[in-house]
Structure formats: structure tokens, C-alpha cells
């Protein structure tokens, strides 16, 4: 059984489309996350939510929203893609916020043309 | 702000040589410092926490151990299925983990 499962697997996409990226856990944890991996491997935080409540939220562009309509859920919604958005993204959870044991989809890689 | 640097960025072995990962770090208040293990295609996997310096944590060929300003992951005698990319990262106080950008690992046989 997938602890944490991420859909789709592959996204290819024209600029000034808009995708969204779902994301689920069956592990009963708290908190979610949204982790943007650029091709170099850095692994950089967008988003938390803990109980679908918004905890962190970094210096993302509008363009991303983030929505949790329960805690084993949280999406993500990209507008108006652009060439720069092309990279590896994961949902994680961890059983509460801040809390450093990560447990990682299998991640969503999200093409740019 | 938290800084993590990894070392080298990629390291290519023979099988059963082994060698060490560097993951230097700058941070306020270290809570904790950890190691992931990422597949190609896939998630990162949590491997090991270290608290303090002096402690050194250990798993099959893998051992992990903490300065007051880096960390060291030893491998020894690898094979083939270590090959991964490994992930080092911080938490300061009540904060966010900050990532290193990885070693990529290759064991040839």
C-alpha cells in the first residue's frame, strides 16, 4: 500500500497552460508538503499545510496554489506555466509540522515546452 | 539563514571501495541533521538523524557521523545498489529543513 502517491507520474505541458498535481497519504499524518527539485537535485519547500490549515508558505509565485480539502490531501494548481517551472515536484507528510521525518511520493516531473 | 553544502557532487567507485560523502552545514541552532537516500525517479528516503556532535549512526555499509560543522557518510565496501543520490539537510529550531543539493553515487561492478 503507497504511503504517499502523487498523480500524474509525468506532465508535459505548453506554456500559458494551466495543470494541476494531486497528492494523497494514507500514513494519518498531520502535515503535507509541497517540494519543488530542480535539475541540480536542490530540493527547496513551497508549501506546508498542517490539517489543511496553511503553515508555510515561501516566496512562491501566485501562479501556485496550493489546496488541502482534507488533511490525507493536498493539491497543487500551477497558472499561466512557464519554461521555468519545468522540474521534479514532491508532496511529502510527516506526522506534524516541522517535524523532520519526511515521507516522500514518488514525485511528479512537470515538462515546459 | 540555514546552508548546507555537499561534496563531492558526484562520486563514481568500484564496487568494495569505499569512501566518505561530506555534508558541511551553517545553521542556528542545530536540532538535528539528516541523511536521504533518493532512487533514480523516485522520493527521497529518510536514512539516519544525528543530534550532537560526537554521534555516529550506522545501517548495513552505511555509517553516518557529526561534527559541529559537517557530517560524514562512510560507505564501505559498496555494490552496485548503493548507487543512489544522497541527501544531506538541517533543522534549525522549530524550523523548515534545509537541503543540500546531494552526491550523486555510482558503484560499478
Known amino acids: 500500500d503507497t504511503a504517499v502517491s502523487q498523480t500524474p507520474k509525468y506532465l508535459v505541458t505548453q506554456m500559458g497552460n494551466d495543470k494541476s498535481i494531486k497528492c494523497e497519504q494514507n500514513l494519518g499524518h498531520d502535515t503535507m508538503y509541497w517540494y519543488k527539485q530542480d535539475s541540480k537535485k536542490f530540493l527547496k519547500i513551497m508549501f506546508s499545510y498542517n490539517n489543511k490549515e496553511l503553515i508555510i508558505n515561501e516566496t512562491v509565485p501566485n501562479r501556485f496554489s496550493p489546496k488541502s480539502p482534507d488533511k490525507a490531501h493536498l493539491n497543487l494548481h500551477i497558472n499561466s506555466l512557464e519554461l521555468g517551472d519545468s522540474a521534479v515536484y514532491f508532496c511529502?507528510?510527516?506526522?506534524?509540522?516541522?517535524?523532520?521525518?519526511?515521507?516522500f511520493g514518488p514525485g511528479t516531473r512537470l515538462t515546459v515546452l | 539563514e540555514d546552508q548546507v553544502t555537499q561534496s563531492p557532487e558526484a562520486l563514481r567507485l568500484q564496487e568494495g571501495e569505499s569512501s566518505s560523502l561530506n555534508c558541511s552545514y551553517t545553521?542556528?541552532?542545530?536540532?538535528?541533521l539528516f541523511w536521504y537516500r533518493q532512487d533514480p525517479g523516485k522520493g527521497p528516503e529518510f536514512l539516519f538523524t544525528?543530534?550532537?556532535a560526537g554521534e555516529e549512526k550506522e545501517k548495513e555499509r552505511l555509517k553516518a557521523t557529526l561534527t559541529k560543522k559537517e557530517s560524514f557518510l562512510h560507505i564501505t565496501a559498496p555494490k552496485p545498489e548503493d548507487s543512489a543520490t544522497y541527501l544531506c539537510a538541517v533543522q534549525a529550531s522549530g524550523s523548515r529543513l534545509t537541503f543540500g543539493e546531494g552526491t550523486q553515487l555510482t558503484v560499478n561492478p
Open positions: 544525528l543530534y550532537s
Open positions: 545553521v542556528s541552532g542545530l536540532r538535528g
Open positions: 511529502a507528510s510527516s506526522p506534524r509540522t516541522h517535524d523532520p521525518f519526511l515521507f
